[in-house]
């Protein structure tokens, strides 16, 4: 689809989609650019509800001028210093003796601020707990947290805070803490996984390179040693000047070339065929740089496990796709849902359907473009067909491939191109 709102194009790569996440970076990653550290900072600044009870106690609770001017220089400090670790823990060389001495520094202050200006400042733990649980490693965080608990309640008893508060500000830097702490385990969970998926991607590339090496290693092996022995055999025949001899052993020459070429090309064609389980997971990839959730059951990787490669592959294309729609054109998008499914024609044919549909604003008025065009074409080579629009309730776009559910144990009718 081509018009001027760009809707839905199909030929360009999935991976430009990255550009869509500009404002946003993914948990655990680095941040890469100003606008994503800003964006970060302001969604934790969000946090600093809190800090409401000191900010009007010195407001409403009777300070001299010299006590108010120190209480503000004192929550500003807090508050740069909190900033400054979001900004330590975004960067990619991460600097922990700088966390260690800005958290400190958090701590320090809170102490000093509950002392010099009372049990409104024992809310500066619960941000101070939080940062702890940052750069605690996990084997430690929960007795460095119950001793920051500790540290909240002692404090409030010193200096004679009313028990609610004091109860209930403990709870909170404790609790704060303890969450932080899965979330820090979560991130890092999620960050392995990122990292996972790449090897993964990374050694089935590797593979299948292998793979391609071994199948032109047996293809080419073979015939070039046979036709450097017809070659030496032709070259005596002519020398002896039998030339009916030397010819046939040229014709021989020339089929085994013809053949070589032929495996070739059957052998590269199926290194670039696209599979439905490959294709899957660079549309997770893709489609989490979008900040878009992939919805697919497990079972779609093995949906139609003897599907003849043909159509297999036609399948996989229509994913990629649509997949490069979203991720390109489909702005709003937040959900991408494929399923799997199988239906008959009247004639008794089997067909297998993959279905793909997003929430984003649909595909308007715009006519296909040159990708959904070529999708249709291959689709057409092998039997099936293609069926574009919008999705439920006329929300969103679905793209609908179907195939002849022919098995790899079934010849098939070669197709005619007309």
Request: aromatic content about 6%; hydrophobic content about 45%.
């Amino acid at each position: 689809m081509t018009d001027v709102r760009r809707t839905h194009r199909t030929d360009e790569q999935p991976e430009a989609g990255v550009a869509r996440a500009t404002l946003m970076n993914i948990p655990g990653s680095p941040v890469e650019t100003r606008r994503q550290m800003l964006v970060k900072i302001a969604w934790m600044l969000l946090w600093t509800t809190y800090l409401a009870y000191p900010a009007g106690d010195l407001i409403n609770g009777g300070h001299s001028p010299v006590g108010q001017a120190l209480g503000w220089a004192c929550l500003a400090v807090f508050l740069a210093s909190y900033v400054l670790l979001v900004f330590f823990r975004s960067q990619a060389g991460m600097r922990p003796r700088a966390c260690q001495v800005v958290v400190g520094t958090m701590i320090v202050l809170a102490v000093a601020a509950s002392f010099a200006f009372g049990g409104a400042f024992l809310t500066m733990f619960i941000y101070a707990s939080v940062s702890l649980a940052v750069i605690t490693p996990p084997k430690h965080a929960l007795r460095a947290l119950v001793a920051m608990a500790a540290l909240t309640a002692g404090t409030g008893l010193v200096i004679h805070a009313d028990s609610d508060n004091t109860t209930t500000f403990t709870l909170s830097a404790f609790l704060s803490g303890v969450a932080m702490t899965g979330l820090q385990r979560l991130v890092a969970t999620m960050k392995e996984l990122r990292e996972a998926r790449a090897a993964v991607a990374h050694l089935a590339a590797s593979e299948e390179r292998l793979r391609l090496a071994r199948d032109l290693h047996d293809l080419l092996g073979h015939s070039l040693s046979l036709i450097t022995l017809k070659s030496e055999l032709a070259g005596r025949f002519m020398d002896a000047g039998k030339d009916e001899a030397a010819r046939a052993q040229v014709a021989d020459i020339e089929q085994v070339a013809r053949q070589s070429l032929i495996d070739v090309r059957e052998a590269v064609t199926g290194f670039r065929r696209p599979t439905l389980p490959v294709e899957l997971a660079a549309a997770r990839t893709a489609l989490s740089a979008a900040q878009v959730r992939l919805e697919a059951a497990p079972e779609l990787v093995d949906a139609w496990p003897s599907l003849a490669d043909e159509e297999a592959g036609a399948l996989a294309w229509a994913l990629r796709e649509a997949v490069t729609n979203i991720v390109r054109h489909g702005e709003g998008a937040t959900v991408c849902t494929v399923t799997a499914d199988e239906s008959w024609e009247g004639g008794g044919e089997r067909y297998a359907v993959l279905e793909i549909t997003d929430n984003g604003p649909g595909p308007g008025k715009s006519q296909p473009g040159n990708g959904l065009s070529g999708l249709e074409e291959r689709l057409a080579l092998v039997g099936g067909r293609l069926e574009t629009g919008p999705g439920e309730r006329g929300k969103g776009f679905r793209l609908r491939a179907s195939v002849p559910l022919r098995t790899t144990a079934e010849p098939s009718e070669p197709s005619k191109v007309g």
